[in-house]
């Protein structure tokens, strides 16, 4: 059963929290956290691809206005996010599960970005309403 709760907990996603109590459970928390297994899946897992939607590539002032306009708009109901990639500050808008998903998204920012178009989610963290900036 330990065994099964440890195979459990260790490929699980990074956000998957396991409730539970009994001792079972506070040695396989332990076991985990000192031996480092759950620092490995803090690291990009090549199988857990994120897509996103790029509306703007340019300028910083631009960048930032594009972001306070998006933030504006859309609230906290969708990350908005800015990431320096040299030489350029970037816009993203929504982290999707898959391709099809970002493509499909992108023919709502279309209308109002049409340079817009899906790319694979930079490496970081997303969260409703986090920036990088």
Known sequence: MLAFLLALNLSSPADTVVVGAGVSIDEAVRATV????????????????????????????????????????????????????????????GIYGSRLEAEYALRKWRGRYPT??????????????????
């Open 34 to 93: 000192g031996s480092g297994a759950h620092q490995a899946k803090q690291s990009v897992d090549p199988g857990a691809e994120r897509y996103t939607v790029q509306v703007y590539a340019g300028r910083r002032q631009d960048a930032n206005a594009v972001y306070v306009q998006l933030s504006d708009s859309i609230g906290s109901s969708m990350p908005v996010v800015i990431h320096f990639d040299e030489p350029q500050f970037k816009v993203f808008v």
């Open 116 to 133: 817009a178009f899906a790319v694979l989610a930079p490496n970081q963290r997303f969260k409703k309403g986090s920036s990088t900036r």
